[in-house]
């Protein structure tokens, strides 16, 4: 017996009492002491379970009907009790990360699971189950009691069998798509419940929650963020009657306001973390916040606070984060810091005050909040200097006050004991860096933002201590050298380096193996002197920005670029050459595309249709050729599409107004499109600048111009791309916007739009074509149009009429076409024309008189020979005949006006113009005509017709507008 030990004989033990309890409980056995738990029925029910499921990493491989599988218990992620065999335990939750499930797993949510009535924990959070609902017969779960069905892509409502989970102690449905809820009655039957999730589903109808909440004795823990959530009234609900202990509350992202904030007073001695972020709270933050002393964490960013922080939150002596970002704060920084100078100051690990409008300079008393891991004042208002006592705070660890009007220099002692410092962000501060060379820094940072602080001239050799940033900006910091060798292999953990705006100078050394290899690396050099060829980057480059610098050689280099990843490419404004890069197919996630100002030509492949996410491409100043590829027309996410100054030909195609619906910026100026201007343009309803000048277009303008309705509308949406550039502090991204540049032909000069002010532009630009046939009068509902050019074309017919009612024109050119009548008198209405030229055509005619239309001088007009008045020279023949009888004057031009008019028989369109006619000088004129006072009518055809087009004025005008015209034969009229 010697032989067999201590430990074999506990086994031998053991076995045979399992032996025992398998036959007592009726458990099949199958080899000898291989017993087999599991209950037949329950494994059917995960088999069918499984049945459902896309599995498409093989997590559920130990699942199978197989002898050697039989046993459930043993299966992956299952759990029988060791007293009943019983499936006790399901979890499936995939381990994950800030809510990204890899949804390795999806199907169906079967019904049928729920037979497993003995589980008493179920976890399945991140499985894909398409849509499905809850089933009912969630209800036979009487025993569970956690309870995990997070980020399930479940939708619908929540069934009311919930109510039958009544040893239910956790729940999280957060993060699906309940859309549909009608109640949570149900809640209030699970009494044992102490941690709810509800996160994103939708609980606006829903308006007992209050109430229900207090009848749950144990919950300490409740998450309704994002739930829509509607303010309660306070009165309706008993303010002591509550037993509840929450301690942990978020109800952040919801249509709340400070009077259910008041609400939570009443667990002001039990929470210890508060989140009412992104709410509708306005106003003070309340003084008796600073009663709720047992908080930890308080969350309120992203509200209306005003004013500053109240004194009493000098009092939470356990409070470590305080987050107050994005808010109206407008204190004064030392009397906000003051205020928290209590017990605060001790406990206090994370300060959030960024984005506010809090003034005045960093206080002295900074240095008393020692345990401070976090210090966020950016985009402020606050000046002066940063004090060196910051260098005291010896446990920080994030320093933010980029956006400021701080000045004055940072050295080394502000800086010397923050061994812990890993962020450091005082981008367009207007700060001066001037640490010295030798120093020896006692920390490592991994995020490192000092954008337009002053760094220059010399590259900043102090980074050469620093060997770990991932994210570095030193982007205008007037450095005009060239970048150190070192520079390159400092940091093993690069991902994204912002070298921008500066006067760098050199050659690039192959980049490919200079970032932090599996992770996807932005890279900005744009604005610099940089040349030579296109360095070599690595695969899986996400972001690239090298426009604005000197790069030769062949674009086709960057075909190295194979990881796929690469959302952002900018290199235009070189010297590239070569063709359109064929290897396109590999960029398949690009969004924005600029290749434009280089020496590039060719035609573009058709493999650009492959890049279903572009968002914005531009290719002008270069020698492209052929025709647009139609394959663009897959692009349909295209909203900035600029080809200007190429070689571009064919038809402007249709497809571009079928396909590209999104465009709000069509560039083709200067290229060699030929044909009609296809009716399908006007499609593109969001289009704000449509260029087409410069090329052999001929037809018509469409009249269907009047369909391009985001030009008729104020509203002004800002456009910029979002894309994320990765950077690897907290595993996260950092948000970054790319504007569109476009050289835009503005008031005859060509003018660099880069600071997203495109936005406000509203432009229609048909000039030098060979277009023909009438201005189509619809063009004048475009109402928000800021300039109109059709010059140098082969127009002819009038200016449409209610011109005038486009109000926000600056610029208006016509010149140079054949363009003829007189000038219609509205034209004097645009009062923020600051461009108008109509020179060249055969208008005739008296120019309408208007304060705007005497600011221009005689080139607005020449060219017209029959065109007379001020500011030309030539006076018009009325004036001459009748000098010093203004009003005759204006009764003959009137008519002369008035008569070739009606006699065309245009009598609807007439009766539009005289609408307008009607509307300034002439008024006085028909007033005295109906009043018959002065004016002998030289005919009763005359006044017939008058009447007739009155009348058809008065039928055709809707009734608000009849109310004004009316006014115009009112007989107090004077003149
Ligand atoms: C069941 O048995 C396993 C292994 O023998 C043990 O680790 C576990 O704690 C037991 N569970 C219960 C609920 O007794
Ligand atoms: C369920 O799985 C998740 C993710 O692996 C894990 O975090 C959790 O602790 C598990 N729960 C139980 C009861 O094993
Ligand atoms: C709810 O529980 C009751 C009693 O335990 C039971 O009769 C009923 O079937 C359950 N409902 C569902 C849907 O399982």
């Not at 933010?400 to 962020?423: A, C, D, R, V, W």
């Not at 001037?434 to 933002?449: A, C, G, T, V, Y």
């Not at 063009?779 to 082969?794: G, H, M, P, R, T």
Request: net charge negative; glycine share 6%; charged share 15%.
């Amino acid at each position: 017996m010697k032989i067999l030990g201590e430990g074999s004989l506990q086994l031998v033990c053991a076995l045979v009492i399992l032996l025992h309890m398998q036959s007592s409980i009726g458990i099949s056995s199958t080899a000898a002491g291989d017993e087999v738990r599991c209950i037949e029925s329950e494994r059917q029910v995960l088999l069918a379970f499984k049945q459902g499921l896309v599995d498409e990493y093989g997590r559920l491989s130990s699942w199978g009907s197989e002898e050697e599988r039989k046993d459930c218990c043993k299966w992956e992620a299952v759990q029988c009790s060791n007293t009943t065999g019983h499936i006790i335990v399901l979890n499936l939750t995939t381990a994950h990360e800030y809510g990204s499930y890899p949804h390795d797993l999806r199907g169906n949510l079967s019904p049928s699971l729920f037979e497993l009535q003995h589980l008493t924990y179920l976890g399945l959070a991140g499985i894909d189950f398409n849509f499905s609902h809850i089933p009912e017969s969630i209800g036979s779960l009487n025993k569970i009691q956690h309870l995990d069905l997070s980020y399930c892509q479940l939708s619908g409502s929540l069934p009311s069998q919930l109510a039958n989970l009544t040893s239910l102690q956790y729940l999280d449905l957060s993060s699906n798509n309940f859309n549909n809820v009608k109640n949570l009655e149900w809640l209030s039957y699970l009494s044992s419940l102490k941690h709810i999730v509800l996160d994103g589903s939708d609980l606006g109808k829903v308006n007992n929650w209050p109430q229900l909440i207090n009848k749950l004795p144990h919950l300490a823990y409740l998450s309704l963020r994002g739930c829509n959530l509607q303010d309660v009234i306070p009165k309706s609900i008993p303010m002591m009657n509550s037993s509840t202990f929450l301690t942990e509350l978020d109800l952040g992202y919801n249509n709340l306001t400070a009077s259910t904030f008041h609400w939570l007073f009443k667990f002001i001695k039990s929470l210890v973390s508060l989140a009412f972020d992104s709410t509708h709270f306005q106003g003070l933050i309340p003084e008796n916040l600073g009663h709720m002393t047992y908080l930890k964490t308080l969350y309120l960013s992203y509200n209306q606070l005003e004013g500053g922080i109240p004194k009493s939150f000098g009092n939470l002596c356990n409070l470590r984060l305080l987050h107050l970002s994005s808010n109206h704060l407008d204190g004064m920084l030392p009397e906000l810091i003051g205020n928290l100078s209590g017990c605060l100051q001790v406990s206090l690990e994370e300060l959030h005050l960024a984005q506010n409008k809090i003034k005045g300079p960093l206080p002295e008393m900074i240095k008393n909040f020692s345990s401070l891991r976090l210090l966020s004042l950016s985009s402020n208002q606050l000046t002066g200097t940063v004090p060196k006592c910051i260098g005291l705070l010896s446990n920080l660890e994030e320093i933010y006050i980029s956006f400021n009007p701080l000045n004055g220099t940072i050295s080394e002692s502000h800086f010397s004991t923050l061994s812990k410092l890993q962020s450091l962000g005082m981008s367009s501060s207007s700060l001066s860096i001037n640490f010295s060379n030798d120093w020896i820094h006692p920390f490592q940072l991994d995020f490192i933002r000092l954008g337009s602080c002053k760094l220059g001239p010399k590259f900043p050799s102090w980074l050469k201590s620093q060997r770990k940033f991932s994210f570095l900006d030193i982007s205008a910091s007037g450095i005009s050298d060239s970048i150190p060798e070192w520079f390159w292999n400092l940091s093993s953990r690069l991902v994204h380096v912002n070298l921008s705006s500066n006067n760098i100078y050199g050659i690039l050394p192959d980049l490919s193996t200079k970032f932090w290899y599996s992770h996807h690396p932005g890279i900005d050099l744009s604005t610099n002197k940089l040349e030579g060829p296109l360095p070599v980057f690595p695969v899986n480059v996400t972001s690239i920005n090298l426009s604005k610098n000197r790069f030769s050689g062949l674009i086709s280099s960057l075909c190295t670029i194979t990881g796929g990843k690469l959302l952002f490419l900018d290199v235009s404004h070189n010297q590239l050459s070569g063709e359109f890069p064929d290897c396109i197919t590999q960029w398949t996630s690009l969004e924005i595309l600029n290749l434009a100002n280089n020496h590039l030509f060719g035609k573009i492949p058709n493999s650009i249709g492959s890049l279903y996410y572009l968002e914005s491409l531009a290719l002008q100043n270069n020698s492209f050729s052929g025709e647009i590829p139609q394959s663009l027309g897959n692009c349909s996410a295209l909203q900035f599409l600029d080809l200007n100054y190429n070689n571009f030909s064919g038809k402007i195609p249709t497809w571009i107004g079928e396909s590209l619906s999104s465009l709000i910026f069509l560039f083709l100026r200067s290229n060699n499109f030929s044909g009609d201007i296809p009716l399908q343009l006007c499609w593109l309803t969001e289009i704000k600048v449509l260029d087409l000048s410069n090329n052999n277009l001929s037809g018509n303008i469409p009249w269907c111009i009047q369909n391009l309705t985001a030009l008729a509308q104020k509203e002004s949406l800002t456009i910029d791309h979002f894309f994320a550039v990765p950077y690897i502090s907290n595993n996260n991204f950092y948000p970054a916007y790319y504007v569109d540049k476009a050289s835009v032909m503005w008031k005859g000069m060509e003018r660099d739009y880069e600071n997203g002010n495109l936005e406000n532009l509203r432009i229609i630009d048909l000039s030098s074509n060979k277009l023909t046939g009438e201005i189509p009068v619809q063009i004048s509902v475009l109402l928000e149009l800021v300039e109109l050019n059709l010059s140098k074309n082969q127009l002819t017919g009038r200016i449409p009429s209610n011109i005038g009612q486009m109000r926000q024109l600056e610029s208006l050119d016509l010149s140079w076409n054949q363009l003829s009548g007189q000038l219609p008198w509205s034209i004097s209405q645009l009062n923020f024309l600051s461009i108008l030229n109509l020179s060249y055509n055969n208008f005739s005619g008296r120019i309408p008189s208007g304060p705007q239309i005497q600011t221009f001088n005689a080139s607005s007009f020449v060219g017209n020979p029959a065109l007379c008045g001020l500011p030309l020279t030539s006076t018009c023949p009325e004036d001459e005949k009748s000098e010093g009888k203004p009003k005759d004057r204006d009764i003959a031009e009137f008519w002369k006006w008035f008569k070739p008019g009606v006699e065309l028989g245009a009598a609807v369109g007439f009766v539009g113009v005289l609408a307008v006619k009607l509307d300034h000088p002439w008024k006085h004129l028909c007033f005295l005509l109906f009043n018959n006072v002065k004016v002998r009518l030289s005919n009763l055809k005359d006044c017939l017709y008058l009447l007739v087009a009155t009348v058809g004025l008065l039928v055709r005008e809707h009734v608000s507008r009849l109310g004004r015209k009316l006014k115009l034969f009112e007989p107090s009229v004077s003149f």
